[in-house]
């Protein structure tokens, strides 16, 4: 019999928790692998034993396992909602508005209040002492002004029930390739120590995004797995996703095309020593973001180590990953898109070509890899497979921002496109292991040293804001030390082959 408590957060809301009986039956399948990389030294909750496991299956029990400090092993069995309230029922928005003591705030009026027409149509009316849509508009004109308040304590009833701060020392596993987190998200602030491996996870829809750019830019709340000030992490064998199909934006209110969802993986703020290894990115349009803005810059500079290897990005629009401050081994990664985007230029007409505006809205491509300010990227044995109207358009593989420090540049290393005679040299020798195989896009091999260098002296030629000369260093391979992968390949078809038959979870290697 299970145990029901309530806890009451300092919001004043009321979540349940239960309490567990450990699981003593077997463990599920999985593949062998151990971590490695720069997450080698992880080991979660260490051996599961007859006290420290655990098997949930729904979202009060998560959030008890989950809680708990001290090492532990928890088995994720079936589809997990992230918006379960308790035993027999599922939140929607408006529970979250009316559980928070905000009423009377409305999405539309809020989003209304941010135009300053309309709020200055309803302060004439109100003097007029007229109506509006149908409204009194004294009345109207006294609410507008409280709805961006009122969102955050709506934003925050949501932020309670469908996000966990998740303790570490913690290996947290599916139990088979029916394992879904959905909605869920995982908060790791402060913690170290964590494996999660063979779930799939889609972060929360979020009721109360804020705008930013019209009519698509918002900014949604919510990472399907957040770590902020976390060391230690082996993520493998997983898929992140929107879902199995790319969710589009909510069209609304005066051409307003509305997002809800965040990142699925975003790490910041000093984090440290993480591998992601054989997991799918999929159906999403800003996946990984690794590395806070400027004002994290500071914490996350020395640290923020993360090895790359195996994953599968299939029609991931962006972020695949962004990387700022830290250093960066994307090795042996298979990276799929169709591609419907004019190219950013060609290579013969570098100075002549304008930078394309965006299309309108469709699930498209943006790019793979972002350099951006003070990363240490290097890349080896990675195949692009790109289909579409634009299937050869190699002009969006990386993307800049903030390339603008001579004394601090970015340093980018393709060990497999450095010359024999740099090959020879100590740094040369010391990487030896990733010099095989070459790139390749659309099975042809691909100079991505070359490549980079286009866009950036592209950027440069159209005075870009984004980058200046010296804020990045291509091939200097000084900044990276040898690190061992689990295989090694000859070529990069047998990376394509291996990506798809081990990434995923274990019997589901598609979204």
């Given at each position: 019999m299970k145990l029901i408590s309530l806890v009451i957060l300092f919001s004043g809301l009321v979540y349940q928790t239960t309490a567990l009986d450990p699981y003593t039956g077997p463990?599920?399948?999985?593949?062998?692998?151990?971590?490695?990389?720069?997450?080698?030294?992880?080991?979660?909750?260490?051996?599961?034993?007859?006290?420290?496991?655990?098997?949930?299956?729904?979202?009060?029990?998560?959030?008890?396992?989950?809680?708990?400090?001290?090492?532990?092993?928890?088995?994720?069995?079936?589809?997990?909602?992230?918006n379960q309230v308790n035993e027999t029922y599922h939140a929607d928005c408006q529970w979250y508005i009316d559980n928070s003591n905000v009423k009377q705030y409305n999405f539309t009026l809020y989003v209304q209040s941010l135009n300053a027409t309309y709020v200055a149509e309803v302060k004439a009316a109100a003097a007029a002492n007229e109506t509006i849509d149908g409204r009194n508009a004294t009345e109207l004109a006294a609410l507008l002004p409280r709805m961006n308040g009122w969102r955050g304590t709506a934003q925050n009833s949501q932020k309670a029930y469908e996000t966990i701060n998740v303790k570490g020392d913690l290996t947290l596993i599916g139990w088979d390739k029916n394992a879904y987190l959905h909605g869920v998200g995982l908060i790791f602030n402060v913690q170290s120590n964590i494996i999660i491996r063979n779930l799939r996870l889609s972060s929360p829809r979020d009721c109360f995004p804020a705008p930013e750019t019209y009519p698509g830019s918002w900014n949604a709340r919510y990472d399907a797995v957040s770590a902020v000030t976390t060391t230690g992490m082996w993520v493998d064998g997983n898929i992140f996703e929107d879902g199995p199909s790319?969710?589009?934006?909510?069209?609304?209110?005066?051409?307003?095309?509305?997002?809800?969802?965040?990142?699925?993986?975003?790490?910041?703020?000093?984090?440290?020593?993480?591998?992601?290894?054989?997991?799918?990115?999929?159906?999403?349009?800003?996946?990984?973001?690794?590395?806070?803005?400027?004002?994290?810059?500071?914490?996350?500079?020395?640290?923020?180590?993360?090895?790359?290897?195996?994953?599968?990005?299939?029609?991931?629009?962006?972020?695949?990953?962004?990387?700022?401050f830290g250093t960066f081994y994307i090795v042996n990664n298979l990276f799929e898109n169709y591609n419907n985007k004019k190219p950013i230029f060609t290579k013969s007409s570098k100075k002549a070509r304008k930078v394309y505006k965006r299309d309108d809205y469709l699930p498209s491509f943006e790019y793979n890899m972002g350099v951006y300010n003070m990363s240490n990227v290097l890349v080896s044995g990675n195949a692009f497979r790109q289909t579409g109207t634009y299937p050869d358009d190699t002009s969006r593989i990386f993307t800049f921002n903030n390339l603008l420090t001579p004394n601090t540049p970015a340093h980018f290393c393709s060990p497999p496109d450095l010359p024999l005679s740099q090959l020879l040299k100590p740094d040369g020798l010391r990487l030896a292991n990733f010099v095989i195989p070459k790139s390749k896009f659309n099975g042809n091999k691909i100079d991505l040293a070359g490549n980079i260098l286009d866009l950036f002296e592209y950027r440069l030629s159209t005075k870009s804001s984004t980058v200046a000369e010296g804020g990045l260093l291509i091939q200097d391979c000084s900044n990276f030390r040898p690190q061992l992968m689990p295989l090694l390949f000859a070529d990069a078809n047998q990376v394509e082959s291996y990506v798809k038959r081990s990434a995923g979870q274990l019997g589901r290697n598609t979204p």
């Amino acid at each position: 019999m299970k145990l029901i408590s309530l806890v009451i957060l300092f919001s004043g809301l009321v979540y349940q928790t239960t309490a567990l009986d450990p699981y003593t039956g077997p463990p599920p399948i999985l593949p062998f692998r151990l971590p490695f990389g720069f997450g080698k030294d992880v080991t979660g909750g260490g051996r599961p034993n007859r006290t420290n496991t655990y098997l949930v299956d729904n979202m009060l029990d998560l959030r008890t396992a989950l809680l708990m400090t001290g090492p532990r092993t928890v088995y994720v069995k079936g589809e997990i909602f992230g918006n379960q309230v308790n035993e027999t029922y599922h939140a929607d928005c408006q529970w979250y508005i009316d559980n928070s003591n905000v009423k009377q705030y409305n999405f539309t009026l809020y989003v209304q209040s941010l135009n300053a027409t309309y709020v200055a149509e309803v302060k004439a009316a109100a003097a007029a002492n007229e109506t509006i849509d149908g409204r009194n508009a004294t009345e109207l004109a006294a609410l507008l002004p409280r709805m961006n308040g009122w969102r955050g304590t709506a934003q925050n009833s949501q932020k309670a029930y469908e996000t966990i701060n998740v303790k570490g020392d913690l290996t947290l596993i599916g139990w088979d390739k029916n394992a879904y987190l959905h909605g869920v998200g995982l908060i790791f602030n402060v913690q170290s120590n964590i494996i999660i491996r063979n779930l799939r996870l889609s972060s929360p829809r979020d009721c109360f995004p804020a705008p930013e750019t019209y009519p698509g830019s918002w900014n949604a709340r919510y990472d399907a797995v957040s770590a902020v000030t976390t060391t230690g992490m082996w993520v493998d064998g997983n898929i992140f996703e929107d879902g199995p199909s790319f969710v589009a934006p909510d069209p609304f209110l005066n051409g307003w095309l509305v997002d809800r969802y965040d990142g699925l993986f975003d790490v910041e703020d000093g984090s440290d020593n993480i591998t992601f290894s054989h997991n799918i990115v999929a159906n999403h349009h800003k996946s990984l973001l690794w590395g806070g803005g400027e004002k994290e810059g500071p914490r996350d500079i020395g640290k923020m180590h993360f090895t790359v290897f195996g994953n599968h990005f299939q029609n991931s629009m962006s972020r695949n990953p962004l990387m700022r401050f830290g250093t960066f081994y994307i090795v042996n990664n298979l990276f799929e898109n169709y591609n419907n985007k004019k190219p950013i230029f060609t290579k013969s007409s570098k100075k002549a070509r304008k930078v394309y505006k965006r299309d309108d809205y469709l699930p498209s491509f943006e790019y793979n890899m972002g350099v951006y300010n003070m990363s240490n990227v290097l890349v080896s044995g990675n195949a692009f497979r790109q289909t579409g109207t634009y299937p050869d358009d190699t002009s969006r593989i990386f993307t800049f921002n903030n390339l603008l420090t001579p004394n601090t540049p970015a340093h980018f290393c393709s060990p497999p496109d450095l010359p024999l005679s740099q090959l020879l040299k100590p740094d040369g020798l010391r990487l030896a292991n990733f010099v095989i195989p070459k790139s390749k896009f659309n099975g042809n091999k691909i100079d991505l040293a070359g490549n980079i260098l286009d866009l950036f002296e592209y950027r440069l030629s159209t005075k870009s804001s984004t980058v200046a000369e010296g804020g990045l260093l291509i091939q200097d391979c000084s900044n990276f030390r040898p690190q061992l992968m689990p295989l090694l390949f000859a070529d990069a078809n047998q990376v394509e082959s291996y990506v798809k038959r081990s990434a995923g979870q274990l019997g589901r290697n598609t979204p």
